[in-house]
């Protein structure tokens, strides 16, 4: 069954520095999403993407964060200086079209700043 | 304002027996889909059915069910014959539909609920 890639599974990283989280969609899948999920808390949106650009953005995703498609295969999430609130597990999802009738996560990345 | 409340942070539930979680939503849109997702310890988030707002029959999906009721705007979840492997958080999402809608096309999630099966 096809699957949406994450990695690393987990990152450690110094406040401060960037990080760049990746995720390979399922390969006919067209729409992306970045979620997140602070420990404990429920899953947050953060940015939906479509046709290389951003499609919809949270209050959460301020200009520390940034999204691309670099090769038309891998799908990143940036964040340019990490706070220690950005320590959350952070979910891509993809899907075919905007409505399709599943949505599939990846087994997310859990970023911990320290 | 809330949009999707579970309203049980968590449930026990014996090994073979049925149990109904719980999820209220609300929205405007007369579009919309309802989604729910199994977490498990491991933390991955794993999908588990999805209802349309205007399907006619309760979804299902093996030991899956989604009771829903438009009225009451509700989308129960239940797990038939409850087993271990079912331990996990569980969460309801809905997905506005309406292109009218700020937030069509994401995901909104609940808080969850804890279901823990015992033997």
């Known amino acids: 069954e096809p699957e949406v890639t994450q990695t690393p599974s987990h990152q450690v990283t110094q406040m401060g520095q960037e990080v760049i989280l990746r995720c390979v969609p399922i390969s006919n899948h067209l729409y992306f999403y970045w979620y997140r999920q602070i420990l404990g808390q429920k899953v947050e949106f953060l940015v939906s993407f479509y046709n290389n650009e951003i499609s919809e953005k949270s209050e959460i995703f301020d200009d520390q964060f940034s999204v691309e498609r670099p090769d038309g295969s891998n799908f990143t999430l940036k964040i340019r200086s990490t706070k220690l609130e950005d320590s959350a597990m952070y979910f891509c999802?993809?899907?075919?079209?905007?409505?399709?009738?599943?949505?599939?996560f990846g087994q997310g990345t859990r970023l911990t700043v320290v | 304002a809330q949009k999707i409340t579970q309203t049980q942070p968590g449930m026990f539930v014996q090994e073979k027996e049925a149990v109904t979680l719980d999820c209220t939503y609300d929205t405007s849109d007369q579009s919309y889909g309802l989604f729910w997702y199994k977490q498990p310890s491991s933390g991955e988030m794993i999908f588990l059915i999805y209802q349309g707002s205007y399907d006619e029959q309760n979804a299902t999906e093996g030991r899956y069910s989604l009771n829903f009721q438009k009225a009451r705007k509700s989308a129960n979840l239940v797990i038939s014959a409850s087993q271990l492997g079912d331990s996990a958080m569980y969460f309801c999402a809905m997905r506005e539909e309406e292109e009218t809608t700020d937030s069509w096309g994401k995901l909104q999630f609940g808080a969850g609920t804890q279901v823990v099966v015992t033997p």
């Open positions: 999802a993809t899907g075919r079209g905007r409505m399709n009738t599943e949505a599939f």
